[in-house]
């Protein structure tokens, strides 16, 4: 595909995975390690907490929620962490609409005579009006 390209990085959920390690190793060395030792080390091992749970948190972000997203005049395909892929072309949807999720997030749906697939426009820092707009004249589709 030799079109456009976006992967941008989602901060929320960069954070939530970051925390979420976070929480996991400062657990663990409460459990573990003695109190006067914690004491007495109580910068250093949070410091290596801090900076190994952004490393991990990066990872696990990478791998599980990262999305890209590349289109091109012929289709699109998108990429959600290492595994989930998915493709389709342009003229597969005779549709296109902005929607509005309970998270406030936008997304633009495109209907086919099978149902619908959402790009999600604002997890991918797209702004969604414009994307919209481009997404109908990719569709070949009048504005409306």
Same mark, same amino acid.
Not at 92 to 110: D, G, K
């Given at each position: 595909?030799?079109?456009?390209?976006?992967? %941008?990085?989602?901060?929320?959920?960069?954070? %939530? *995975?970051?925390?979420?390690?976070?929480?996991?190793?400062?657990?663990?060395?409460?459990?573990?390690?003695?109190?006067?030792?914690?004491?007495?080390? #109580?910068?250093?091992?949070?410091?290596?907490?801090?900076?190994?749970?952004?490393?991990?948190?990066?990872?696990?972000?990478?791998?599980?929620?990262?999305? =890209?997203?590349?289109?091109?005049?012929?289709?699109?395909?998108?990429?959600?962490? %290492?595994?989930?892929?998915?493709?389709?072309?342009?003229?597969?949807?005779?549709? *296109?609409?902005?929607?509005?999720?309970? *998270?406030?997030?936008?997304?633009?749906?495109?209907?086919?005579?099978?149902?619908?697939?959402?790009?999600? #426009?604002?997890?991918?820092?797209?702004?969604?009006?414009?994307? %919209?707009? =481009?997404?109908?004249?990719?569709?070949?589709?009048?504005?409306?």
């Amino acid at each position: 595909m030799n079109g456009r390209v976006l992967s %941008r990085v989602h901060k929320a959920s960069l954070a %939530r *995975a970051s925390v979420a390690v976070f929480v996991l190793e400062a657990t663990l060395v409460f459990l573990l390690i003695p109190l006067p030792t914690f004491q007495g080390f #109580a910068v250093p091992i949070i410091g290596f907490n801090l900076v190994t749970s952004l490393a991990l948190g990066w990872a696990i972000y990478r791998y599980v929620s990262h999305l =890209e997203f590349s289109y091109d005049g012929q289709g699109f395909k998108i990429k959600k962490g %290492r595994r989930q892929v998915t493709s389709h072309s342009w003229s597969e949807f005779s549709r *296109a609409s902005l929607v509005r999720s309970e *998270a406030l997030e936008f997304s633009v749906r495109l209907y086919s005579d099978g149902g619908f697939f959402e790009i999600p #426009a604002s997890r991918l820092k797209l702004d969604p009006f414009k994307f %919209r707009f =481009e997404v109908l004249e990719l569709l070949g589709a009048p504005k409306s």
